[in-house]
């Protein structure tokens, strides 16, 4: 009997006990992977932004979905945090980062002021606000260090938690944002008083929608008693102003297009208070003049665009800005005019309808908060 032979004829023989044993690698290679899987998710669920995240707050935000990876880092030269949880999909689950002052901080501000205005406010005074990608932002104040105004300077904290959408994931983000915002101060050595943590089950508040003319007596009656777009003078405006007037926005939508009103229609006027280091930072970095704020004293000086109306003040000793410009999806030109560039007298005409919203904005805001040194743009 040949080699081959002999093979053949023993495999015959322990052909079960060879399937029986890879069935059993197989099994074994199995097991081990089911329990690396959990250990590798409750080690980085542990050990993710410098084992700083609360365990119950992840477990509500990340909706029971795999975890695949984290990094941090910190340049305390620099001031500049960094960490981020990822789930095993490479989607972020929580994402904390600071903006040191200084250029970079003041390119995220300006993409705030343009592109990520409040889209919710926050509850308990907390100095932020949540933007329409469910990022909170908050700016604490950093006691220890001054800026070279001589005020206190803040410092700019945004935490990102990807699958927050129910009102309890949107209160477990809330509190993981101002847990991380405090221990990012604490690392940067602030010396501040922490931020108090949000009362049980509060969310960040988008407002309410109250008809134009019931807008009168409150902190967006700016935009019941001026003259306004005629789409607007039957629409709703949002109110969405932050207790303690840390920052607010009201916004004029046209009427609902579904007939009852339960669905807004388009934005038409946005009106917002800016306070403390929000409020001289740029403005519009593409504004078709060259007045746009664009950080330190010019930040204070009132703008009058056709897109975009600004006025300050001081309130509490802070500098406070106040903004009027069109809704993100106003179109200036009515159905059926031509196209092509706004003439001369639109452009004056839309100047002058934003400096009337600046200024009966500001004035009531001023008034409300008592604050002083208010500056307005000259109407044309």
């Known amino acids: 009997m040949n080699g081959e032979t002999r093979m053949e004829s ?12 890879v069935g059993a690698l197989v ?18 669920a542990r050990e993710a932004c410098g084992g700083e995240l609360s365990g119950d707050d992840l477990k509500t ?9 984290e990094t941090e880092s910190f340049d305390e030269e620099r001031g500049a945090y960094h960490c981020v949880l990822k ?8 994402a904390v980062d600071t903006y040191p002052a200084g250029a970079d901080r003041n390119e995220e501000l300006s993409f705030v002021a343009r592109s990520y205005a409040p889209h919710a406010v926050l509850p308990g005074g907390l100095p932020g606000f949540e ?25 700019l ?27 990012v101060t604490g690392k940067l050595g602030c010396g501040g008083a922490p931020l108090p943590a949000p009362k049980d089950g509060a969310v960040p508040d988008t407002g309410a929608s109250v008809p134009r003319a019931e807008a009168k007596g409150t902190a967006c009656a700016a935009l019941a008693t001026t003259r306004v777009p005629a789409e607007g003078r039957d629409g709703t405006v949002r109110i969405a102003v932050a ?16 007939g009852d009103g339960a669905k807004p229609g388009r934005p038409l006027v946005e009106l917002t208070g800016w306070r403390g280091d929000w409020g001289t930072v740029p403005r519009e970095a593409d504004a078709d003049d060259d007045s746009s704020p664009s950080g330190g004293d010019a930040a204070r000086r009132p703008v009058l665009t056709d897109s975009l109306a600004w006025a300050t003040a001081t309130c509490g000793g802070e500098d406070v800005g106040f903004t009027a410009r069109w809704g993100e999806d106003y179109f200036h030109r009515k159905s059926g005019e031509p196209s092509g560039p706004p003439t001369d007298a639109e452009r004056k005409e839309r100047r002058a309808l934003l400096g009337e919203y600046v200024t009966a904005f500001a004035k009531d805001q001023v008034r409300r908060d008592g604050c002083t040194a208010l500056r307005l743009p000259a109407h044309p």
């Open 10 to 21: 023993w495999t015959r023989r322990h052909r079960g006990w060879l399937w029986g044993s």
């Open 27 to 44: 099994v074994l290679v199995a097991v081990g992977a089911s329990v690396r899987a959990p250990v590798k998710d409750w080690w980085l």
């Open 61 to 69: 935000v990340r909706t029971g979905v795999r975890l695949g990876s």
């Open 87 to 94: 789930s095993d999909r490479d989607k972020v689950v929580v």
């Open 131 to 155: 933007d329409e990608y469910s990022r909170v932002l908050l700016m604490p104040e950093c006691p220890r260090g001054k800026g070279s105004s001589g005020k206190p300077r803040r410092l």
């Open 157 to 183: 904290v945004g935490t990102w938690a990807y699958f927050a959408e129910s009102r309890e994931e949107k209160a477990a983000m809330l509190r993981l944002a101002v847990r991380m915002t405090n221990v």
């Open 243 to 258: 207790d303690g007037g840390v920052l607010g926005r009201c916004t004029l939508r046209a009427p609902g297009t579904d």
